[in-house]
Antibody, heavy 119, light 109 residues
Framework: QVQLVQSGAEVKKPGASLKVSCKASGYAVTAYYMHWVRQAPGQGLEWMGIIIPSRGTTTYEQKFQGRVTMTRDTSTNTVYMELSSLRSEDTAVYYC????????????WGQGTLVTVSS | QSALTQPRSVSGSPGQSVTISCTGTSSDVGGYNYVSWYQQHPGKAPKLMIYDVSERPSGVPDRFSGSKSGNTASLTISGLQAEDEADYYCCSYAGSYTFFGGGTKLTVL
């Protein structure tokens, strides 16, 4: 079954770092690009960036430049998103999302990982 | 970076049709035929409904259709059903970046 399985919910303190994993199942993670998208409580979808798992190259939304790092481990078919210097505004559900179609259009989403930043 | 513009809410009665607009610029919506639409029910991950402006993935009812004119894309849902009540997001390719709309809440009356 083709799916993206993300790591579990986390609670972090302000200033800490976060690392969310996204394991691809049913296909090789190197076959398609992978986005990271987040959604704050009651808000819309916010694009964070994209990684090309076959090469490890990344493009980040300017808002997150310097704070976000997207990586992959092809041996475990997994991609990761790390966000540093967390603040309360980073409280959100974080999604990985596969880009199967042209123009990096998303066809498949992970189940989401709830991250709560609170002192 | 700027989000694509969608109406905050739309509504319709069962059996009616509704259209949700998504306005961008010539650098995103108007510049590429890579507009997609996602349906999101509360507490769930988004689901792809339309890609390449007007293509439906397997399993999506043909009540859902997409189109584009200039810098504005549209999602039309015909024969509204109760289960269509959800949030809908448009998304566009913009070169190295991807933009989402702010989302539209569809209420089935």
């Amino acid at each position: 079954q083709v799916q993206l399985v993300q790591s579990g919910a986390e609670v972090k303190k302000p200033g800490a770092s976060l690392k969310v994993s996204c394991k691809a199942s049913g296909y090789a993670v190197t076959a398609y690009y992978m986005h990271w998208v987040r959604q704050a409580p009651g808000q819309g979808l916010e694009w964070m960036g994209i990684i090309i798992p076959s090469r490890g190259t990344t493009t980040y939304e300017q808002k997150f430049q310097g704070r976000v790092t997207m990586t992959r481990d092809t041996s475990t078919n997994t991609v990761y998103m790390e966000l540093s210097s967390l603040r309360s505004e980073d409280t959100a559900v974080y999604y990985c999302a596969r880009a199967r179609y042209g123009g990096n259009q998303i066809d498949l989403w992970g189940q989401g990982t709830l991250v709560t930043v609170s002192s | 970076q700027s989000a694509l513009t969608q109406p905050r809410s739309v509504s319709g009665s069962p059996g009616q049709s509704v259209t949700i607009s998504c306005t961008g610029t010539s650098s995103d919506v108007g510049g590429y035929n890579y507009v997609s639409w996602y349906q999101q029910h509360p507490g769930k991950a988004p689901k792809l409904m339309i890609y390449d402006v007007s293509e439906r993935p397997s399993g999506v009812p043909d009540r859902f259709s997409g189109s584009k004119s200039g810098n504005t894309a549209s999602l039309t849902i015909s024969g509204l059903q109760a289960e269509d009540e959800a949030d809908y997001y448009c998304c566009s390719y913009a070169g190295s970046y991807t933009f989402f709309g702010g989302g539209t809440k569809l209420t089935v009356l």
